[in-house]
């Protein structure tokens, strides 16, 4: 059991639960705590029992009273060793044979940072911190192991992750309020004055955790829960001793709440490199980085992929990354993780979704961000007046990447959204408005990323297997650098791609054109792009042939009354050259 785990099992316990605890970790016998609690040995034995299982020690045995009850002191001894003494009634050696077992716990690394951030809004006076993730960052580790630092204790009020199965407000706080040994009032508001009481009285650390399932697509409490905006505004009460943090993958957008709000970034590599140390896992290869960047340092990630590589690869890190490095979510927990993320996204907010799986159409390669624009085109299906909301949408759920006005897509995300964007009927239209976007995008190629950002519409073009269009981006001229391109209408895209020194690119995406692409006046183009990229790099014969490839299809074009102008005519230079 992780501390993170040990410490929601410990503040979810009854009050009177709690107290047989203690007394049984402090050494009484079930008759004295019988006697001095007024229940029955049997009572107190159940009590033991059920607490047990609270904590993950179910008792195969539930007629020997001891079976389970030495594992449930060595927990308390690795994590409140406060709270056992030594005379609790098991045998000395046995004790210290538990102790000696202990071990810190190991899955709570690389925070220093976030701590001292938290430290620093608590000491402007922040009174609600909502920590704000993706899925698997670690929000809630971080979350426990802060207030159980700083308070010792905390109470929490746990969101179910299914909208269906959440507990009303009434009755957790109810709950609280015994568990601090507080009567809860008849009336909500009663109650709700009694937990600000208690608060404001005592050093107190409040969790909200997982608040996304009681949000709307509008990132405000849904109506069955709404009442939760009346406790989240007492515990933003200046008067109060308490800490509340809330974590979520959504922000709340409720302007009756007053909070602070904290983004909770991945591991560092050095974080990563401690937790896989502590595992005997080595790290001194380039595959470690390569899988730490392809997750962006996610905590859940790191501990699921530690421990594929420990159980199916013998702890041999680069076999596991040979292997899976094409398909990042090859492990279960890891496709569930997303999966989920996407699946809650698709019920709550449905124009966000197909935006989300729509902009797994770009390829953030060459060109690793798309402006705006690049989001807006692919919302063709919603008024433009909600374009800004949708996208902000996405934002809120941290399930897009931005900075500086530009976009772009965690591959882990990406990968997610193109297989289900290639599965819907959005695949085709999505890679369409995608191309019209770059090709509107770049009106002059001076240098080379103008020159890769307009190529990129070939590429959407190619996914969709539409090479008339793809040779149409070949061939569309812009505005050159050179005066003499620009007083025939610019420079074609081929062209500028040469020059710029793209060979390769220009070279691969011709050839793939022409087996593909039978006639036509842009296809002389494509022709004469390729002979004189083969003639650059020294292979004269193969520039020989595409030249001549390239005259007879002008000839064609001429006896069929094409109307072209012919940058597209023959250099005859070259031809004589040749």
């Excluded at 064609?556 to 023959?570: F, G, I, K, R, V």
């Amino acid at each position: 059991m992780s501390k993170g785990q040990f410490d929601k099992a410990f503040n979810e316990l009854t009050h009177r639960r709690r107290e047989v605890l203690i007394k049984f970790l402090a050494g009484e016998t079930d008759e004295a705590i019988a006697k001095s609690l007024n229940i029955t040995k049997a009572t107190v034995r159940q009590h033991i029992r059920d607490i047990c299982e609270e904590f993950g020690l179910k008792n195969e045995f539930p007629d020997q009273r001891y079976s389970k009850r030495a594992d449930l002191i060595a927990l308390f001894q690795r994590y409140k060793p406060d709270f056992v003494v030594s005379k609790t009634p098991i045998e000395t050696t046995t004790l210290e044979h538990i102790t000696q077992k202990s071990i810190p716990d190991k899955n709570f690394v690389g925070r220093e940072t976030a701590i001292a951030d938290l430290n620093d809004l608590d000491s402007q006076g922040a009174k609600v911190i909502l920590i704000h993730a993706k899925g698997g960052v670690g929000k809630t580790t971080l979350a426990r192991n802060y207030l159980q630092q700083k308070f010792g204790f905390y109470i929490e009020f746990p969101i179910a992750k299914e909208t269906e199965n959440i507990t009303p407000i009434e009755s957790l706080l109810e709950e609280r309020l015994r568990q601090l040994n507080e009567e809860p009032g008849r009336e909500f508001g009663v109650s709700l004055e009694r937990f600000r009481q208690k608060l404001q009285g005592e050093r107190i650390g409040v969790l909200i955790d997982n608040l996304e399932p009681a949000l709307d697509e509008n990132c405000k409490l849904i109506k069955p829960h709404r009442r939760y905006v009346e406790l989240l505004r007492v515990l933003a009460d200046p008067s109060l001793q308490s800490l509340t943090l809330i974590t979520s993958r959504d922000r709340l957008r409720e302007a009756d709440v007053s909070l602070r709000y904290y983004f909770l970034e991945g591991l560092s590599v050095n974080a990563w490199e401690e937790y896989f140390h502590s595992r005997s896992l080595e790290t001194n290869s380039p595959a470690f980085s390569a899988i730490h960047n392809a997750f962006g340092g996610n905590a859940k990630a790191m501990e699921i992929i530690a421990g594929a590589i420990q159980v199916d690869y013998a702890g041999n890190l680069e076999p596991y990354w040979q292997m899976n490095q094409g398909d990042l979510l090859v492990e279960a927990d890891l496709r569930d993780l997303v999966t989920t993320q996407f699946n809650c996204l698709e019920q709550r907010h449905f124009s966000a979704f197909k935006l989300l799986c729509r902009l797994g159409c770009y390829r953030y390669q060459d060109i690793a961000t798309v402006s705006i624009n690049g989001l807006f085109c692919l919302l063709w299906d919603v008024p433009e007046s909600q374009h800004r909301r949708v996208v902000n949408s996405l934002r809120d759920r941290s399930l897009v990447e931005f900075q500086n006005g530009e976009y772009w897509l965690h591959p882990v995300i990406r990968e997610e959204a193109i297989s289900r964007l290639r599965m819907s009927e959005d695949w085709e239209t999505a890679n369409r408005n995608a191309a019209e976007f770059w090709t509107k995008s770049v009106n002059k190629v001076y240098i080379m990323e103008e020159a890769l950002q307009a190529f990129e519409a070939y590429y959407h073009y190619l996914a969709i297997d539409d090479f008339e269009a793809a040779c149409s981006v070949m061939v569309y001229r812009r505005k050159s650098k050179w005066k003499w391109h620009n007083l025939e209408g610019g420079e074609n895209l081929g062209t500028s791609l040469r020059t710029l020194g793209l060979l390769q690119k220009l070279m691969l995406a011709a050839t793939q054109i022409i087996g593909n692409v039978l006639r036509g006046i842009n296809l002389v183009s494509i022709h004469l792009n390729l002979a004189q990229s083969y003639w650059i790099v020294g292979n004269l014969s193969e520039s020989l042939r595409e030249y001549e490839n390239a005259e007879i299809l002008d000839i064609e074009c001429l006896h069929a009354n094409t109307n072209s102008q012919n940058d597209l005519t023959l250099d005859r230079f070259y031809m004589c050259s040749l």
